[in-house]
């Protein structure tokens, strides 16, 4: 039991670096094409929701024409917890809302809280809807 802890954990911290690592690229790349600081949040934001729907959908796919759910929680925890857990930035979020606050852009920080979270849930559905399309296609 404490052998499968240990290697949970690994996973997690695997899939948080990568996911902080891609999220920091996805910054830095989204500075250079354009003047907005906010564009590196909400894209990782967007896409990680996209992600997170994704593989939340595959896994309930899979869980329930397979066997093996130690494999099916593996691969969760790596891609759901640690890779969209750390892509994915309310920290961020908020941080930026705080200095729209501060520079008493009020509309501007309202806009950007509700406009990231309908565009997360519609990602993160889109990417579920995806998933069971391409399930039916290929069956």
Do not use: P, W
């Amino acid at each position: 039991m404490m052998q499968n802890s240990v290697y949970s954990f690994f996973l997690v911290g695997l899939g948080g670096a990568l996911g902080a690592m891609s999220r920091y690229a996805l910054t830095v790349v989204s500075s250079h094409y354009n003047s907005f600081s906010i564009a590196g949040t909400l894209l990782s934001n967007t896409i990680g929701c996209f992600l997170m729907g994704v593989i939340i959908q595959l896994v309930f796919n899979l869980s329930s024409e397979s066997t093996n759910n130690i494999i099916i929680e593996q691969n969760r925890l790596l891609f759901t917890v640690g890779f969209c857990g750390s892509f994915t930035t309310l920290s961020a979020l908020i941080y930026e809302i705080n200095n729209f606050h501060i520079a008493e852009q009020y509309f501007q920080s309202f806009m950007y809280l509700f406009g990231t979270l309908i565009a997360a849930f519609l990602f993160f559905y889109m990417g579920m809807m995806l998933v069971d399309y391409i399930v039916q296609y290929y069956k």
